[in-house]
């Protein structure tokens, strides 16, 4: 399993559409499974940008864990596009996401690891969130994603020099801007 994160320290500037459109593209032109899974801990809107198969969020799905245990089990939890893209959605309600830490994020990502060969993972704008780490200590690639300005190339240098900074050198090397 591959595990691509999707980030940038600026809000605004197209990582969750850009999560989903690289799910959407991997999906439909892969043979395999392909899920996207809401790590933003601010109520994120991935889960609004595809048809709604299911209420079930990343909290229900940590909660359930402990019964999934074949792929059926976890398609539950997933509403699935027609191009084959599976999402799992965050909270509506930020107190519930925000309450979840980079270990529960952690298990996440290991129970979609079973299940698919491709996860991206859509993140909020607060490398410094629990949540965030959680997800960048699970990764194998990030795509640090910027506004086409001035400023966009400032928070993405600002983002990979953090993350190069803090223990994630290994995911500044292969970075895709």
Known sequence: CR???FISRKGGVGKTSTCLLAGHTFA????DRVVALDGNPDAGTLGHRVRRETAATVTSLLDDADRIARYADIR???SQSPTRLEVIAADDDPRL?????????????????????????DTGTGVLDSATRGILDAADQIV??????LDGARAASSTLDWLEQNGYQRLVHGAVG
Do not use: M
Request: aromatic share 8%; glycine share 8%; net charge positive.
């Open 3 to 5: 595990k691509i994160v």
């Open 144 to 149: 640090v994603v910027i506004a086409p300005s």
């Open 76 to 78: 539950g939890y997933t």
């Open 97 to 121: 996401t925000e309450a979840l830490d980079g270990e529960q994020f952690r298990r996440a990502i290991t129970l979609l690891e079973r299940h698919y060969n491709l996860v991206c993972l």
């Open 28 to 31: 439909s032109h892969r043979g």
